[in-house]
């Protein structure tokens, strides 16, 4: 048995046998939020360093990537919402996709206003009094869009399970 199968039927049974399905949403949705920050971060740095886009056009750019990201993983794997018709689709996407613009309308604009009031300048010392010499942790913006990122994290959670995905197992 390959090293992939046993890390993966120790998770499975793991998630089964030990959490309640509600401690797995909420696992699932962070794991998830992880990744999706990760999307959306990785594509706001790109964007940033490599196209030279302003602040707040690469943030917008990342935002939507990160939303199509969520989208489909909230779905699929957090929610478990099983059905594929046109309808129940087109009603999630947009109950989600409304909810995303609440907490984006916030994030695109608080985090250039954070950027701009200096919030970051004061990480970017501490990043260098640490020693971190990769571009990355310069990126104008970056501390801020962080600091955001929890109260958006936990805002996009609760319209997901209160309003997108509250019928999840209907077929």
């Known amino acids: 048995m390959s090293l992939a199968k046993i890390l993966k039927y120790i998770i499975i049974t793991f998630m ?14 962070i794991i998830f939020g992880i990744l999706t920050t990760l999307v959306s971060w990785g594509t706001y740095a790109l964007l940033v360093n ?3 886009l302003s602040v707040l056009s690469s943030n917008t750019l990342s935002w939507i990537c990160g939303v199509c990201f969520a989208f489909v993983t909230n779905k699929i794997w957090v929610f478990e919402s099983h ?3 046109l309808q129940t689709i087109c009603k999630e996407g947009t109950t989600f996709v409304s909810s995303r613009i609440i907490t984006g309308i916030l994030e695109i604009f608080a985090v250039p206003l954070l950027s ?3 919030f970051d300048n004061m990480f970017f010392e501490i990043a260098g009094k640490i020693g971190f010499s990769m571009k990355l942790f310069y ?3 970056i501390y801020s869009k962080a600091a955001f990122a929890v109260i958006v994290i936990i805002l996009n959670y609760i319209f997901s399970k209160i309003l997108v995905f509250k019928n999840k197992n209907s077929q």
Do not use: D, R, V
């Open 116 to 118: 701009l009031a200096g």
């Open 50 to 52: 490599l196209c030279s």
């Open 16 to 29: 089964k046998n030990l959490l309640t399905p509600q401690k797995k949403e909420i696992i699932l949705y």
């Open 83 to 85: 059905s594929w018709k």
């Open 139 to 141: 990126t104008e913006g």
